[in-house]
Nanobody
Framework: QVQVVESGGGLVQAGGSLRLSCAVS????????MDWYRQGPGKQRELVAS???????TYTDSVKGRFTISRDNAKNTVYLQMNSLKPEDTAVYFC??????????????WGQGTQVTVSS
C-alpha cells in the first residue's frame, strides 16, 4: 500500500508563513509529478502547485511569488513553503502524488488534507 500524509498546517496571521510537508511511503518505485491542491469553504478543489520528478515547477497565478514547491526525492517528500499568506489562502491543502509501482503500474494517491487558516 501507499500512504500520503500531509503535515504543517495551522493557524497563522495574514503576512505570516507556513511550510507544508507531504511524505509518501509504501510500495513505491518512483515518485513522478507531485502536486498541492487546496479547497476553501464552499469552493472547488484547485491546483496550487506542481513539481515534476526532475524539479520543474508550476503555480497557479494567485500564489506566484509567494509559494514555493520543492521536493526531496531521497525522502519521498514534497514541501510547500507559503509566505505572505492572505486570508483567501485559507483552505484544506491536499497532497497528490503520481506513483510508479512495480511492474510499471502507474497510480495516483491523495493525502487526507491539512487545514491552513489565515486570519486577517
Amino acid at each position: 500500500q501507499v500512504q500520503v500524509v500531509e503535515s504543517g498546517g495551522g493557524l497563522v496571521q495574514a503576512g505570516g508563513s507556513l511550510r507544508l510537508s507531504c511524505a509518501v511511503s509504501g510500495s513505491i518505485f518512483t515518485l513522478n509529478t507531485m502536486d498541492w491542491y487546496r479547497q476553501g469553504p464552499g469552493k472547488q478543489r484547485e491546483l496550487v502547485a506542481s513539481i515534476a520528478s526532475a524539479g520543474s515547477t508550476t503555480y497557479t497565478d494567485s500564489v506566484k511569488g509567494r509559494f514555493t514547491i520543492s521536493r526531496d526525492n531521497a525522502k519521498n517528500t514534497v514541501y510547500l513553503q507559503m509566505n505572505s499568506l492572505k486570508p483567501e489562502d485559507t483552505a484544506v491543502y491536499f497532497c497528490h502524488a503520481d506513483v510508479l509501482r512495480r511492474f510499471g503500474i502507474k497510480l495516483d494517491y491523495w493525502g487526507q488534507g491539512t487545514q491552513v487558516t489565515v486570519s486577517s
